[in-house]
């Protein structure tokens, strides 16, 4: 079992960058594979980035991709979300997520372990 916590959310500008971070509990954090997610008001949760185990692979949503880069430090117990050129769309709550297998995938039901999540909010 892992816990995640969230955190780096606030407000920015767009065009601005933040950096989220994602806190994992247990000594397995390097057997999973992460992702982050966002849901904004009133709409689905949607897919963002993900990560591999071994960190050789990742993924990016297709409304983010060239904006943003997921990274991990197994040392740390800690993936990241650097996000640039924010916008104003970009707005929502941030969950990471972590599955049980080396491989990444983008599917929300794929994932077994949630955050509750980090708050953006991207004003013009």
């Known amino acids: 079992q892992v816990q995640l916590v969230e955190s780096g959310g606030g407000s920015v500008q767009a065009g601005g960058s933040l950096r989220l971070s994602c806190a994992a509990s247990g000594r397995t954090f390097s057997s999973y594979a992460m992702g982050w997610f966002r849901q904004a008001p009133g709409k689905e949760r949607e897919f963002v980035a993900a990560i591999n185990r071994s960190g050789g692979k990742t993924s990016y949503g297709e409304l983010v991709k060239g904006r943003v880069t997921i990274s991990r430090d197994d040392a740390k117990n800690t993936v990241y979300l650097q996000m640039n050129s924010l916008k104003t769309e970009d707005t929502a709550i941030y969950y990471c997520?972590?599955?049980?297998?080396?491989?990444?995938?983008?599917?929300?039901?794929?994932?077994?372990?949630w955050g509750q999540g980090t708050r953006v909010t991207v004003s013009s």
């Open positions: 997520a972590a599955r049980s297998y080396a491989m990444l995938i983008t599917a929300i039901l794929g994932y077994d372990y």
